[in-house]
């Protein structure tokens, strides 16, 4: 499938498909720049779980982005462009 800018240029979208809980550092860099709500903030169990925030924080290791609504990704990258752990993956479409 091909796509162009507003003037013609060829354009690829990437699509923000994971997000390793590992590298990432909750900074919420990434969701701030989204306008589609595809990212969300959970928690990092110290055994690796990703829990809801709302449940005992006492379980909480560390605040890490997840994905939310995958769907709603129109690939413009930017959430990638202000990472500063490098932490995403993306992918064009298939």
Not at 1 to 24: A, E, Q
Request: charged share 30%; net charge negative; with cysteine.
């Amino acid at each position: 499938m091909s796509f162009s800018t507003r003037d013609g240029r060829n354009w690829r979208p990437d699509y923000l498909v994971s997000i390793d809980p590992k590298k990432c550092i909750g900074c919420g860099r990434c969701y701030k720049v989204c306008g589609r709500e595809v990212m969300t903030l959970r928690g990092l169990s110290e055994g690796g779980e990703i829990i809801d925030l709302d449940e005992d924080d006492d379980e909480v290791e560390k605040k890490v982005m997840v994905l939310k609504d995958e769907g709603a990704c129109i690939g413009c990258s930017a959430c990638a462009r202000v990472c500063p752990t490098n932490c995403q993956t993306h992918t064009p479409l298939g």
